[in-house]
């Protein structure tokens, strides 16, 4: 299986975008063989995601699970047939936060995306992806086969603009470009994310969700430039004092 089948069987699967990345220097001492990565995109549904203002909607809470669920099928079904023909694989789970390092995963997605240059993590802590923006989950499956691999982006490309930020309402966001190597720390705070969202969205998707980060981001929101969806929320936000 080439680099080229094994990216029509996952297209196949039914996802929006693939990249494969290097991750020796990156990959848990456990899983050290595994030099490589696979990364695939799912796009958000933009009707789910635009119903977003100031606060999650089940709606949403209900797609994201979905989409978790389909995420771990196709790392599932892709590793099977990578070990078909013989390779070795790891199914990195779509959701996971580990109870000796809570908000972290086995393995970080985002890592892995933008090391296969599909984006670069925006201000808001989220993975952007350069075409569909933060509108989107990511799935990784680390592989000992050898991949043809993207060009890594090493750095944001949020520019000057802060409308996460802004309008976070836990102020989690620090407001600070990424760059590689850096910690997430520098960046967002999990923890004032999970906490608002615990306290303020527990009746909405027993406080597991948010989104307004994402939804406020103008890229690949599908929306022209200067959009009414983006002065309606300034507005709003400015009423507030935020
Ligand atoms: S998910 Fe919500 S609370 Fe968390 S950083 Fe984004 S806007 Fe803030
Ligand atoms: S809202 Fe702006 S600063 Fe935040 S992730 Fe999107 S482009 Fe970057």
């Not at 013989?86 to 997605?109: C, E, M, R, V, W």
Request: proline share 4%; charged share 15%.
């Amino acid at each position: 299986m080439d680099t080229q089948a094994l990216k029509e069987y996952i297209r196949s699967l039914g996802v929006s975008d693939i990249g494969f990345s290097q991750v020796k220097e990156v990959a848990p001492s456990q899983w050290a063989e595994y030099h490589y990565a696979i990364t695939y995109v799912i796009q958000l549904s933009h009707g789910i995601v635009n119903d977003i203002k100031d606060q999650p909607t089940e709606t949403y809470f209900s797609h994201y699970r979905s989409v978790n669920y389909h995420i771990n099928e196709i790392t599932l079904r892709t590793t099977i047939e990578l070990q078909n023909y013989g390779y070795k694989a790891i199914a990195i789970p779509a959701s996971q936060s580990l109870h000796d390092a809570p908000y972290y995963g086995a393995f970080p997605h985002k890592t892995a995306a933008t090391l296969a240059g599909l984006g670069w993590i925006g201000k808001s802590g989220l993975f952007v992806h350069h075409k569909f923006g933060p509108r989107v989950r990511l799935g990784t499956i680390l592989t000992n086969k050898e991949l043809s691999i993207g060009t890594p982006i090493i750095a944001s490309k949020c520019g000057n603009c802060n409308l996460c930020a802004s309008h976070c309402p836990a102020m989690a966001i620090e407001g600070v470009n990424w760059e590689q190597g850096m910690e997430r720390k520098q960046i967002f705070d999990a923890h004032a994310c999970s906490m608002h969202m615990k306290e303020k969205f527990q009746h909405i998707g027993r406080g597991s969700v948010c989104g307004i980060c994402m939804s406020i981001c103008p890229i690949g929101n599908g929306f022209p430039k200067g959009n009414r969806r983006f002065i309606v929320l300034n507005i709003s936000s400015k009423l507030k004092g935020v």
